[in-house]
Structure formats: C-alpha cells, structure tokens
C-alpha cells in the first residue's frame, strides 16, 4: 500500500533481530501476508520475528519514527482478519516468545510470553494441579498474546469467563515503543484507571502485549458429560435458559444443529455419537467439581429441568474416550463445515433466552435470500458462531450481496439486545458492520484512546475501525 | 475554590431539577461537602439532585459549556475521598436515580438505576433466587454507582469476584453531556475496546454512570461457616495461601487480627466468638454451594489443610445466629477501630502468600514510627485493610509524618508485587502515593484518556491524578 521501507531501515532492522529473523522472501511475506479468517492476501514489506520485548521496543521507535504500519502477529488463527497487514508494512511475529516464565503454585498465578501456545499453557499448569480456562477452538495452535487481543472464550467461558477474566497484568510495547506493566499481580486492583482491561480485545491496535500474569484456579478433579437430543432447534435452544434458570451453571453447555452435526459426523468418522433424522441439535452439556456425587446430583437435576422439552434419549459419556468423541464434533464443526463450503464463520451473540429468535431469525434470513446457514456454539453464553454457504461467494468481505446478508443478520442480533461479536473480535471483516452496534459518540471515544496510545497511527492500522 | 457560578446558570439548573432538588443553604453544603473518608470538608457551591439521565445531561452540558467542576456524588460512604469537591462548584448527587428497573429472570440479568443501595438491589435479586456479589462492608447505605466508580470487592469476591466482573454494560453521562451505553446485554462481547471496563473504576471522572446491566448467578442454596484462631499473626496469613494451593475456593476468607478483633467483640457486645489472649488472629472461612455434604467435605478438607498450622480449637458455625455474630464481628471491625481512635483504613493488596510479609513489615513500621497499627480484612484475595493509630494526627491526608508513613508501606505493598489499593480507590486522599505504583507513563496514558472523555476536566477534577 505504498509505504516505503528505506535499505537503511532494514539494516537497523536486521541489527535489532539477527539475520536469520528478517524475511523478506515472497514465500514468507505470502506466509504472513494472511490468517484463518477467508481467502484474503496482502503482502507485508518485511517479516520480523523478535525475541524479547526489548527488540519489539526498539523496532516500534523506528516504525514510530519512520511512520511504518506495523501488524503484531501471533498465531494467525484468528477470524476478523486482526493479523492481515493491510497496510503493508512490517509484520511483528512474537512466535519467539515462547517461554512460560513462572507457574506460582504460591499464589496461583502464571506469568507467560505471549507467543506461547494456549494448550501448551493449559497442560503446563494443569501438571501442576491448575487450571487456565479459556480454550478456544484452536487452542491447539493460537497463541496467548492472540487470545489477549480478541478477548477469546471457548466452550468452558460459560462457568470460567473469558481472557479478561483471568488477566492481572500485561507487560506491553506501546506504539512508541515505551515499555509498561498495566496492573499489579494481584486479584484486586483499585489504583487508577484498568488499562489492563483496556489492552484485552483491544485487537493489537493499541500496543503488543509481550508478558502476561493470569490468575488460575485449582484444577476441578471431576467433570461428567452429557449429550441431549433435541427434535427442534428452537427447543434446543430454549432450553439453554432453562438450565440455568434451574440453578445450575455447567461447565461448557455447547449447541450443533443437526446440520453442522451431520457434516461434522461424517468428517471425524463418528461411530460413537447417535446422530439420526428425527434430531434438529444436540446439547452438549458438561458440568465439572470436586465431588463426583455433587456432580451426579447436578446432572439429574438438569436432566430434570429438560424434561418439559421434546428430547430423544440424553447420552452419557461413560469414560474418556467417549467424551473425546463427544467433544470431537463438537471442536471440528468449525474445520468440517468449512471443507463443504462453508465460508463464514460470524460470532454473533445475545442474551440467552433470545437463542431462539437468533436462531429462527438466521434460517429465516437463508430462506430468503437463499443460502444455507448452519450454527453452532456457545449456546450457555447466548454466542452462536453462525456460517454461510452460497455458490460462488467464497468470502464475504467485499462482496455487497453478502455484505447485505450479513447487515441483515446483524441487525436482528442488535435488535435482540445482542453484538455482532463475542469472541472473534472485528479486526478486518467486522468493522464495516461496527456501526450498527457501536454510536458514533462511542466510536469517537475510541479513537481518541487509539490516538492517545498511537499518535502516528502506525499498529495495526485500519482494524476495528478506520 | 474561585469557582463563580453565576444566577443566570442557578437559574437554569432549577429549571432543570426543580426548586426542591437545588441545594444551597449552609447545612446541605456542609452534609455534602464531605464523605467517610476523613475529617475533610470543601464546600461546593451547589448541591444538585437531579431525577434522571436526561437532567444530569442538561447539568453537564451547561457545566461544560461554563467549565463548572462537578463531583459526581453516590452514598458518600467512600474511604479515598473521591466524592468530596475539593474543585467547589457542583455536587451531583445520583440519589434519586433509586429504582431497579428489570429483573430479567430469563437471562439471569438485573437493570438498575445506579443510586440504588447495594443490599436493597441484592435483596431483591435474591427473592428470585438470584445473586449480585459485590458486597462491600457499606452495604447497607453504599450505592451501585459508587461500587461501580471504585470496582467495589468485600468478602465475597475470592469466590465470585469484584464489580467488574459482573457488570455487562452501562449507560454513562459523559461530561460533555452526551448519553452512551458502553457495551451489551450479553455475557461475551468483543466489539471494539471496552469502553465498560474502562469506566468501572474510573472514579466518576470518566462519566456518570446512570443505569447499569449485570449478569447475576443463582443463589447458592447452602453456606457454611468457621472461624479458625491462630496463634500467631504469620501463622493466620500463610494458612491463607496453604487453603488454595490444598484446591479449595471459600466463598469468604476473611482475617481479623487480635487487637481489631478486641475492639470489635467489646464494641458490639459478642459473647458467642471465643476471643482468649493466647489468640494472635483469626480467619473467618465460608464456603457455599448447591450440596450440603459436598461443603461439608470441603470444611473438612480444609481443616485438614490447616493442621500444620499452631491453630486452637476451631469454631463451627451451627446456625444463622451464630453465623451472624460470627459476621458482625467482621463486618463492624472498621466503625469499632475507627471509634476508639484508628484513623485511617489503607487498603493495602499483595499477592496472597505475601501476606506474612506485608503484616509483619507494618508491625516493624508501627514499632520504629511508634503508631499503633490493627489489620483485618480480604485475605483471600491478599487484600488487607491497615488502620493507623497515632495520637494528636485524626487525619492521614496532609499530614506530612503521617504521609512519610504511608509512603514507607506503600513502598513496601510494591515491592512485595501489589498496589495502594485493592477495592477502595486513589480518589484524593491517595493520589500522592500513586507514582509509587505507576510509572509517569502508565499516568501520561491515564491523563490522555481523561481527556478525551472531559477536555475541560470538569467531571470530578483533581481526583486519582491532578
């Protein structure tokens, strides 16, 4: 996008990470020209894969300096297109943050780099009898300084919240290449205003988070898993509220609609999941403690309040290896949908009760403009992950029939009291529809925090908004 | 404070709230010129009280327009000051904003108005078998926007957390007098920055926090309470962290040394609580849930974590009285010290095991300063609220022995890894201590977002920073 990146910059660049560390071959600049959300390409000028916070400080002076956009990449999982370099630039990989500093069994806190691995975190701290919860789909892969950017959740947020939960202190590069610590390593900070809580889902617009303090909780020992077969998606869904209007809280309350379920099935070879044409979706519902008669006791209460609703035979996973299977297509549905044609995946949310009128409300929208729409999600958080399938229209950003589709759809989920997302973040693809929930009043307001952290404008430029 | 408000602009402000909503006579100035901070009085020159969102719009647009200071007023039951207007000018007081506007049972969500009192919103809530936590020590005169202003904890927050993590989305006066709400009604939300955490906490100089959304939980059916003596002070602060590293989360943890603890049973009469002299401290520890035999098992199993600690005979709570007094020991600690000379309660936060360090430092600094000291409070959370005694010095602020005081424990809070405070806020009184914590750039960052949210710094000047 016409920035120019003088010989002489690469050569301080080059000083900064060592040669091995600077690409500017196409293959790596293709490489990290995209991430997971569609089929979009733009080409950085240059890669840099830094080491330690002190060389993402010395890099952002120049940038700063030189006006230089800057795109901070962890994992390239993300789908609002957050690690898509736009602008051109230079694209900051913290991949070689890999480091896992301190598991504080003392204090149950964890200080990490952020180019670390979100699963690879999890087991660390689970060795150790403790838990970090937030576990989106590709915790396999994502990293937790991506995680930090988009606010992630996953299946257990229901119980356990989101990152924002878990944070205590960031370490951050701002834009001008200052180096700060935003909170304190403990559980309760009243000390000025929480620019800890203002770094996370800030999409890496306003700094990179190189270090981060989580907060963890000990490890519950049990956990007990069921799978409930509903005859209608709207009772599916409905019955989600009615859960925890019953009193209980479980710890992942997962909905796929049989389409979504189908396709799925097929894709992981699933013998062990019944899954036939009398069902419209499963609940997955898991409830986790301490105290295996507790947990049984909570399941036949939920069992209990689903009663009233149209339900085939409710599955218990008996051991592991069911539950793997059980979670398999649930974890899958993303990666199965998408090789069938599926090509957006939207994070839409709302209240709870409003599932049903969410949901009806899509499939209305698909008859109408004929597409075809499968869901799944986190149904206990109201977050519905929602894609579309039309011939001929492998992405949607750019294309005005889609864009017009999806106005439709996001317009039902503001009415219905809900956002146009609730884990992804709006990055690239999102920010065209960020008006219809935001007022321009609030969006003033954040660009005036974007200015106040960026004056030159140089990170991530053009996410969330222009 | 040279503050001129002219007749002209009384004038429109009684056209705004009416003749019986405009305070100016000396009494009411007085009542509103000071909170439960100190002994600090500043006069505003004007007392305002309006009914509505729209009216405290009205009010501060013309305060904009006229660069009138308005200290945002909620209970006044504040301990850092915030509420008092040392700029003179205009007090807002959001009492008649006092109606709770939607209980919605289906999403486990409450909508209130934000001069609602904390108890009476958790009471109401609780009739539907819902449960708001928050539930600082004032709850029975505090408000929900001052809870919101200062991030409000109290006993419950171990277990279920601060304001902060109940709160969904707010509508917010901003002092230029535009009207916002800062996020949705949904429990996930990654839609731009968070404008809502941003405002929790942010002491009534960011807006006017005038309705507010929170998730709520369902009421646990079952609580369980006990009191553990210790014979020494370390030995009650390290079995704090020994409890959670054991895999337990009480719903409460709660410390009260001896001498807090004294004071307190004298004051409030207690004949029920053992209080012997061989007794350094106590921890009051709850734990709640769905399943009486599940807490019991957990009681037990952290009586057995606290074996190895020089403990007496502990003390089971048999019933709601018992429980009560056993509460109202805790809970009148600060009013009791308070009465017989201790001054100022700090608010003191540390990650947990560095609590013994944190008590012992303040010991050795009360012996070398010659002050007497008590200490009580969150010691689940490593939240410790420290109270000074030193005679012919009723207040802290101003002071300069009494400030080199506090800024040698303060100094120490940071270095064990915590901060100034925990739950209370900086508001004035704790604003000189604040470089301590923060570096001049977090500050810079701070004051940059406070202009954009307040170019004319009306809204609360001279409160967290200068």
């Given at each position: 996008m016409g920035v120019t990146i003088t010989l002489e910059v690469l050569e301080q660049f080059t000083k900064i990470v060592g040669d091995n560390y600077i690409l500017t071959d196409n293959e790596s600049l293709a490489q990290y020209g995209k991430d997971e959300t569609e089929r979009l390409l733009y080409l950085p000028q240059v890669v840099l894969r830094p080491a330690t916070t002190e060389e993402i400080s010395a890099i952002l002076r120049i940038c700063n300096d030189q006006k230089i956009p800057v795109t901070p990449r962890a994992?390239?999982?993300?789908?609002?297109?957050?690690?898509?370099?736009?602008?051109?630039g230079v694209v900051l990989s913290i991949d070689r943050l890999n480091k896992i500093i301190d598991i504080d069994e003392k204090n149950l806190q964890v200080t990490t780099e952020?180019?670390?691995i979100t699963e690879v975190l999890q087991d660390a701290v689970k060795e150790k009898g403790l838990f970090y919860p937030p576990d989106p789909s590709s915790k396999g892969s994502c990293f937790i300084g991506g995680n930090i950017a988009e606010n992630s959740g996953g299946p257990k947020a229901v119980k356990y919240g989101k990152v924002k939960d878990y944070v205590l202190n960031l370490e951050v590069v701002l834009p001008t290449g200052e180096i700060i610590w935003t909170g304190a390593n403990v559980l309760k900070n009243s000390t000025g205003y929480n620019l800890t809580q203002l770094m996370v889902g800030s999409e890496g617009t306003l700094g990179i988070v190189t270090k981060a303090v989580f907060k963890l909780i000990p490890y519950p020992k049990h956990d007990m898993l069921m799978l409930v077969p509903f005859h209608s998606l709207e009772g599916a869904s409905a019955a989600v509220s009615a859960i925890f209007r019953a009193g209980f809280t479980p710890s992942c309350l997962e909905l796929t609609e049989i389409d979504a379920l189908k396709i799925t099935s097929d894709f992981v070879g699933n013998t062990t999941v019944p899954v036939d044409d009398t069902i419209a979706a499963h609940l997955i519902i898991e409830v986790d403690g301490n105290d295996p008669e507790a947990l049984m006791k909570d399941m036949e209460g939920i069992a209990t309040a689903l009663e009233p609703f149209d339900i085939g035979e409710i599955f218990f996973a008996e051991d592991t290896t069911q539950k793997e299977e059980l979670w398999k297509i649930r974890r899958r549905a993303a990666e199965a949908v998408k090789v069938v044609g599926y090509t957006i995946e939207e994070d839409t949310v709302v209240p709870r009760a409003e599932l049903p009128a969410l949901i009806n409300g899509m499939k209305e929208l698909g008859k109408k403009h004929d597409f075809k729409v499968v869901c799944y999600g986190h149904a206990g958080d109201g977050n519905i992950h929602v894609r579309i399938n039309k011939e001929g229209f492998p992405n949607s950003y750019g294309h005005p029939e889609m864009e017009s589709i999806l106005t439709e759809l996001f317009k039902l989920v503001v009415e219905l009291g809900g956002t146009i997302s609730g884990e992804h973040g709006i990055g690239l693809t999102q920010k065209e529809y960020l008006l219809l929930k935001l007022d321009p009043i609030q969006l003033s307001l954040m660009r005036g925090i974007k200015k106040v952290f960026d004056p030159n404008n140089i990170l991530n430029p053009g996410k969330i908004f222009d």
């Open positions: 994992a390239g999982t993300g789908l609002s297109g957050g690690a898509i370099p736009t602008h051109g952020t180019g670390v």
